[in-house]
């Protein structure tokens, strides 16, 4: 709760820095004042030009006011105190700030460092570019196996002696499969990164020769050497280097360290939470961009919080009201074709269907396809196949033979050659469950129309009509 705590301050000093600079307050909501700058960054976020709706100042000044009352019922709510909460908002926060304890200096010393010890690593003898034909001799091989390996690279060697491409020959003839697509390219390599006769091998040759046959515990290899080279200046590696290193975490490696400096600097008087909080007073009270920003995602997660509680879900699980709302509505929930509202069942015999019917008679529709398997599929041996859903034609080639009179028959199923269906065709809609999510869905903002009306007699809202027409005009 602290670093929260911390947050609200910090982004309410500013407020009040800003407005002694010019920054008049547009509105009140629950006696907490929204300034311009406030007001300015939400409504020019929203109403950028790849908007289709654009909104005037006053139209969206009653949906910020919307906005914000929810935030004042989440807050109140205590949905801040959450764990869930402040752990995504820290998580969040954080991202935001933690690039700001990488200066550009720290960035270029760890670059350098790591161009340091990779020089350090090469060493001398520099880098190799190495190709290689390989001949495996399992570590138990017999006699009779280690002779047939030898002849084998023996030839090979032959061959390339005789004037074959080394590059055809280890895509035809090396076993090491990783580099033989590549005509047994191994890559640029330093000492200490190969098996031990490998690189003796590889480091003795000049660009252009190629080595005997010779024996390592994978089995025998001969060498072609491409390239060698010494390791390039910093400035060459540098670009390559900075974006190797960024992927590995540079920067995030650099913030930690910085926040961890600060921590230890303090005495044990500061925490790395009470470290980025300060960051965060400090960024916020510079940058009103920053500012909103981190408010903005502070906000939106209250808004969605409380909106999930106490809208979404209630309305979604309300099925009296569901039904209420579908029945005072009916009119607006049409179809443009009819449906099929029931069952397709495929079954092993004919006679089965007869017994399906005189079950599914009996039962409520929402029962039939749990009451159908409990029936006739008990054992191993599933006597039928069944599917339930409000069908449109397309959806279901025996439905659309059987009840949409398409003329086309579909074939049989070959286990279940017996197909019919029971149900009712339908012009429009008779239950809410016919059209769910759109009903779900009008509900759902019948509900927030009713919080938002609430919201509104809960809470004092005054809006200054001179301060806000000056939005984008000062």
């Known amino acids: 709760m602290k670093g929260l ?53 006053d139209e969206y000044a009653e949906l910020f006011v919307n906005y914000k009352l929810k935030v004042e019922a989440a807050l109140d709510a205590q949905y801040d105190t959450l764990s869930s909460f402040k752990k995504e908002f820290k998580s969040y926060r954080d991202q935001q700030i933690r690039p700001y304890f990488v200066t550009p200096g720290a960035e270029e010393r760890e670059i350098r460092a790591y161009y340091d010890r990779m020089k350090e690593a090469v060493g001398a003898d520099g880098l190799v570019y190495p190709a290689h034909i390989m001949v495996l001799v399992p570590q138990k091989a017999n006699e009779d196996v280690r002779a047939k390996a030898k002849a084998r690279i023996d030839s090979i060697y032959t061959a390339l002696q005789g004037g074959a491409d080394f590059s055809t020959l280890a895509k035809q003839c090396s076993e090491d499969r990783g580099t033989a697509a590549r005509g047994g390219d191994v890559g640029w390599v330093m000492k200490g990164q190969t098996l031990k006769e490998f690189e003796e091998k590889a480091f003795a040759l000049q660009k252009g020769e190629t080595s005997q046959p010779f024996m390592s515990p994978m089995g025998y290899h001969i060498i072609y050497m491409k390239d060698r080279k010494q390791l390039e200046s910093y400035e060459e590696l540098r670009p390559q280097l900075a974006k190797f290193l960024e992927r590995r975490g540079m920067k995030e490696h650099i913030a930690s360290m910085a926040i961890d400096s600060l921590v230890k600097a303090s005495g044990g008087g500061l925490s790395v939470e009470d470290v980025l909080d300060r960051k965060t007073a400090e960024l916020c009270a510079k940058d009103d961009a920053l500012k909103y920003l981190i408010q903005e995602y502070h906000d939106g997660l209250l808004l969605y919080e409380i909106s999930q509680r106490e809208v979404w879900d209630k309305a979604a699980k309300d099925t009296v009201g569901l039904e209420q709302y579908f029945k005072e509505h009916k009119s607006d929930y049409k179809w443009d074709t009819p449906r099929y509202k029931g069952v397709v069942c495929h079954s092993k015999d004919k006679a089965l269907q007869k017994q399906v019917r005189k079950l599914l008679k009996s039962l409520d529709d929402d029962l039939w396809i749990d009451s159908l398997r409990a029936t006739f599929n008990q054992d191993s041996v599933k006597q039928i196949r069944v599917e339930k859903s409000l069908f449109k034609k397309g959806d279901n080639v025996y439905v659309d033979h059987l009840v949409f009179k398409v003329k086309e028959k579909p074939k049989p199923m070959k286990s279940y050659p017996y197909t019919a269906v029971y149900g009712k065709k339908l012009k429009r809609p008779k239950e809410w469950t016919d059209v769910r999510g759109e009903v779900v869905s009008d509900y759902q903002a019948a509900c927030e129309d009713e919080f938002v009306r609430d919201l509104r007699a809960t809470y004092k809202v005054e809006i200054y009509k001179d301060a806000l027409n000056t939005v984008n005009k000062h």
Not at 27 to 46: L, Q
């Open 5 to 57: 705590f911390a947050f609200c301050c910090a982004l309410c000093m500013a407020g009040g820095m800003a407005a002694q600079d010019g920054d008049p307050v547009v509105m009140k909501i629950n006696g907490k004042d929204v300034h311009r700058s406030e007001f300015e960054y939400n409504f020019n976020k929203n109403n950028g030009d790849n908007v289709v709706d654009k909104k005037t100042v």
